[in-house]
């Protein structure tokens, strides 16, 4: 996938793994994007070189926008809707069994999906200007498939309040206050020096030891691979209504 089109990137240096998405349009997420997210994640996990994990993004102001709209737009069936949001459950269920201990570099606003991804690492750092927001009951659809990562992180209470309120921003300190984020850089400079610190602890750190510390973390989530599925299928299905259609139009004007 070129530059154009995005791209999902993987570099390896002293046991640290760094994955890095792209999408021009402010770091959206297409399938090929989530597939090329979900494959990564689940190769370096798998790699016994691999200490630790570094899931970043490109650009600065902007970590990820969420799911792509015009993917969404174009879903014309339940069947197809379904195997959209499941890009989305695929990567969460890759970060929550690779056996490292996954940070995420968040050094710009996240939104929906991007959410999603923040709470499903294991340990967040980001910017001050790392705003979040679940957009998606705004859209005439939920949070449904990163609900559970994003709960399991910060709690039912802040959940519902960005479900909720799909169309306000939380300013990146609320997020840190509720968990979302472990660490808050009012630079980007101070944010990669505190990830370049921990990844290399984490690199020379015991690898059996942060491997039954994952599955404390994660400890209940065992189903999760059929939970997320079902929730694909509620969105796949709900994308579909008229009112979603005209919702999601509506959103890309106002990115034009």
Partial sequence: ???????????????????????PQSNSLP????????????????NADVKTIILR???????CAGASFEELVAIKTETEGEQF?????HVINAMRKAPQIIIARIQGKCVGGGVGLAAAADY????????????ELAVGIGPFVVG?????KIELSAFSQLAIDASNWRPAEWAKQKGLYAELHAEIEGMDESIHRLATFLSQSSVDAMKELKHIFWYGTEHWDELLRKRAAISGKLVL??????FIEQFKNKRK
């Fill in 31 to 46: 399938g090929k994007i989530l597939q090329g997210l979900a494959e990564a994640i689940h190769n370096e996990g798998i």
């Fill in 124 to 135: 967040a750092i980001a910017t001050s200007g790392a705003d979040v927001k679940l957009s």
């Fill in 241 to 246: 209504s008229e009112q979603t259609k005209h």
């Fill in 1 to 23: 996938m070129n530059n154009e089109h995005g791209y999902v990137s993987v570099h390896r240096s002293h046991g640290i793994s760094t994955i890095e998405f792209f999408h």
């Fill in 148 to 152: 559970p990562a994003v709960e399991r």
């Fill in 57 to 63: 993004s490109a650009g600065e102001k902007v970590f």
């Fill in 85 to 89: 949001f499941s890009g989305f459950a």
